[in-house]
């Protein structure tokens, strides 16, 4: 299912080059993916749903990691947000995106990053590093997080 699925997003990545008639302006652009990249990650450290889900497209071939589709998506977003952030003493202090290869077909992006996360949870202080890789698809002018992997 996997394969499918990024397979899609590979066609659809070349096929964007046909249909792409627009000059755009490609550092405006990475700078505005970059915005929505950190935008989930301080969505997430405010404990703010309605936030996170914004960087989301809402639409049936969304892939977050294992879980398709915007419906899947945004339950496992609500229970998730309900679970993870129950307990006040939960808190994320810093997650921060950097160090971004950014690469734009008019209106996809493939974009890897490294995310630094560092947390209390459930009482034992957490520190992650990982280089994470997403999609991003431009809709109605604006950038939309397609794909998480």
Not at 15 to 41: F, N, P, R, T
Not at 122 to 143: A, F
Request: aromatic share 14%; proline share 1%; with cysteine.
């Amino acid at each position: 299912m996997k394969k499918i699925i990024f397979s899609f997003f590979a066609l659809s990545l070349i096929a964007g080059s046909i249909y792409c008639q627009e000059k755009i302006d490609i550092e405006a652009e990475k700078e505005a993916i970059k915005k929505v990249v950190q935008a989930a990650l301080d969505a997430l450290k405010a404990k703010d749903y309605d936030a996170g889900v914004a960087t989301w497209a809402h639409t049936p071939y969304i892939v977050r990691k294992d879980i398709v589709g915007w419906d899947s998506v945004s339950v496992f977003y609500q229970e998730g947000f309900k679970s993870w952030f129950d307990k006040p003493e939960n808190q994320i202090r810093v997650f921060t995106a950097s160090n971004f290869d950014i690469y734009i077909n008019c209106n996809f992006a493939s974009v890897f990053h490294d995310e630094r996360l560092e947390r209390i949870w459930d009482g034992e202080e957490m520190t992650s590093d990982n280089r994470v890789h997403k999609y991003l698809e431009k809709i109605e002018g604006e950038w939309k997080v397609i794909t998480l992997f």
